[in-house]
C-alpha cells in the first residue's frame, strides 16, 4: 500500500478515511479514560496519583474500548486488597496506602487478552 502511495503521491480515499475514523476513536477513548480516572482521583487525592491517571490514558490510547473492562477489573481487584487488608488488618489499614498501577497492569493485561470477549459478554446479557 505504501509504494503505491509513494507511486501516486496520495492515499486512497477509503485507506485515509479509515486511518481518520481509527485515529478519531482512539482519541476519544484516550480521553475519556484520562477524564474518568482523574475525577477519581480528584475526589479523593490523597488516594491515587496523577501517575495513575497517565497510565489509564496510555492504556486507553493502546486498548481502545477494552480499556473499559481493564479499568473495571482494575478498580475491582484493588477493592477486593483493600477489603481483604481492612479485614486482616482492622480499621487503620484504611489509612495505609496500596499502589493502584499493578492493578491497572493486571486489567490491561486481561482487557489484551480478553477485551472484546468482555465487552460481547457484557452486551449479550445486560444489553439485549
Known amino acids: 500500500m505504501s509504494i503505491w502511495a509513494y507511486i501516486q ?3 486512497p480515499e ?14 476519544s477513548v484516550t480521553i ?4 474518568s480516572v482523574l475525577l477519581a482521583a480528584l475526589a479523593y487525592p490523597g488516594g491515587m496519583g496523577m501517575g495513575d491517571v497517565k497510565l489509564a490514558g496510555v492504556m486507553g490510547l493502546y486498548l ?15 477493592t477486593a486488597v483493600g477489603v481483604a487488608r481492612i479485614a486482616r488488618e482492622g480499621g487503620g489499614a484504611r489509612k495505609s496506602g496500596v499502589p493502584f498501577a499493578p492493578f491497572l497492569a493486571l486489567g490491561g493485561l486481561v482487557a489484551l487478552l480478553a ?6 459478554l457484557y452486551e449479550d446479557n445486560f444489553l439485549s
Request: proline share 5%.
Open 9 to 11: 503521491r496520495r492515499w
Open 14 to 27: 477509503l485507506v485515509q478515511l479509515a486511518l481518520e475514523h481509527a485515529g478519531v476513536v482512539l482519541l
Open 32 to 35: 475519556a479514560t484520562i477524564i
Open 64 to 78: 481502545g474500548l477494552s480499556v473499559v473492562p481493564a479499568l473495571f477489573i482494575a478498580f475491582l481487584a484493588g
Open 115 to 120: 477485551g472484546p470477549e468482555l465487552i460481547d
